[in-house]
């Protein structure tokens, strides 16, 4: 059983920055990509940044490029994304995920674990 856990969330200011964490552990496999996704209310979940297993390989989404930066520590099993310059618009909870291959992809479908979601606020 793998688990992800997400934390760092929480209200910000429009401007500001947060640094959101996700923590894996349980059975690991050998090496795997993860990601990020969002779903704001009312809205479907998109993609918003991916990770391959060797942190070589990332990817964001149009409207988070510039302002996002994901990376990871294989050694602590921990996912981060550093956001900034955050807008009202990036208000969503914010979901950690990790599938069972070293490439990233983009596609939430692709992904085998997800974990519970944290929520970020972004006020104007």
């Known amino acids: 059983q793998v688990t992800l856990v997400e934390s760092g969330g929480g209200l910000v200011q429009a401007g500001g920055s947060l640094r959101l964490s996700c923590e894996v552990s349980g059975r690991t496999f050998r090496r795997y990509a993860m990601g990020w996704f969002r779903q704001a209310p009312g809205k479907e979940r998109e993609f918003v940044s991916a990770i391959s297993w060797s942190g070589g390989s990332v990817y964001y989404a149009d409207s988070v490029k510039g302002r996002f930066t994901i990376s990871r520590d294989n050694a602590e099993k921990t996912m981060s994304l550093q956001m900034n310059s955050l807008k009202p618009e990036d208000t969503a909870v914010y979901y950690c995920?990790?599938?069972?291959?070293?490439?990233?992809?983009?596609?939430?479908?692709?992904?085998?674990?997800w974990g519970q979601g944290i929520q970020v606020t972004v006020s104007s």
């Open positions: 995920a990790a599938r069972e291959a070293a490439e990233a992809t983009t596609g939430g479908w692709s992904y085998d674990y």
